[in-house]
């Protein structure tokens, strides 16, 4: 019988001592990704200029939620506006701006989340007169992906030369259709496309050339295109060739220009958004 309790006492024993050393483990994880996301960090300029996000056709509050959510677990944003704007144009806002150097973001969200570039190029200006107006905010970066990328484009070749508004520094397009889905034809490749332009132009990629003059040459463009390797050389939804479109425009006339695709399941239209890889090439982009 003593016997039989002495093994019991050592078993409990061990069995507390495991536990213990289990329950000393999770500081050390939780350091080591603090220290993980602080070396991040090191590496990123904060500055109190805000970085607009403009989700896509049919978006909303989760297309660019979970990107600037991660960005800010490591520490290279701060999420302090939400501007959502109703289908006659009027901004309504949830949070504020508070001038910190903290590289803060505002996630754009459209009521009307179906309507064409045209609109929602309008909405953006209104965006931009909010933040001027109610912030004094005179420079900002834009990020849109899909729709949301077509529309700022369309937005910087209709009001672009206005110097009431905000001066767009960067521009990031993730996934948009800029030559409304034309593929490559005629034996194109996309080197030919990324050096000369599409073969085939669209009403909306002529729109956008004869608009170009109205950009800054020292806005900065980052232009990200995804394959789901199926054959197709696109993301599912919009063409490689589509979405580096405007690749070579930029560059003829003088923009600073860096293009990206990404390769796989998670290049899909819509898993962009939520490609960790493309965060931090973002980020980068952006901040670094």
């Not at 050393?21 to 090191?42: D, L, R, W």
């Not at 949070?95 to 910190?100: A, I, N, V």
């Not at 970066?141 to 508004?165: E, K």
């Amino acid at each position: 019988m003593k016997n039989k309790k002495y093994y019991l006492l050592v078993t409990v024993c061990i069995l507390l001592f495991l536990a213990g050393c289990t329950s000393k483990k999770a500081p050390k994880n939780e350091k080591q990704q603090a220290a993980k996301n602080s070396a991040i960090s090191e590496t990123i300029q904060k500055s109190s200029i805000p970085t607009l996000f403009i989700h896509g056709y049919s978006g909303g509050d989760n297309s660019f939620g979970g990107m600037i959510r991660r960005m800010e677990k490591n520490n290279l944003t701060n999420k302090e506006l939400v501007l959502t704007v109703s289908v006659d144009g009027k901004v309504k806002e949830k949070g504020q701006l508070t001038g910190k150097e903290n590289n803060p973001s505002i996630q754009v969200i459209f009521e009307d989340n179906k309507n064409n570039e045209w609109n929602q190029a309008e909405w953006i200006k209104n965006c931009l007169t909010y933040i001027r107006d109610n912030y004094g905010i005179t420079q900002v970066n834009l990020v849109g992906h899909s729709m949301g990328g077509a529309s700022s484009l369309r937005y910087l070749t209709t009001f672009g030369d206005d110097t009431s508004l905000p001066k767009i520094n960067k521009f990031v397009g993730i996934a948009a259709p800029f030559n409304n889905f034309v593929e490559l034809s005629n034996g194109e490749t996309i080197d030919d496309l990324i050096n000369n332009g599409p073969t085939v132009q669209s009403e909306r990629y002529a729109e956008y050339v004869n608009g170009i003059e109205k950009i800054s040459k020292d806005m900065k463009v980052m232009i990200i295109a995804g394959d789901v390797e199926d054959g197709s050389i696109g993301d599912e939804a919009v063409p490689v060739a589509d979405a580096l479109s405007v690749v070579s425009l930029f560059k003829t006339h003088g923009n600073e220009v860096q293009e990206q695709i990404f390769y796989g399941k998670s290049a899909q239209h819509s898993k962009l958004h939520e490609n960790t890889e493309v965060d931090q090439l973002v980020a980068d982009f952006l901040w670094k």
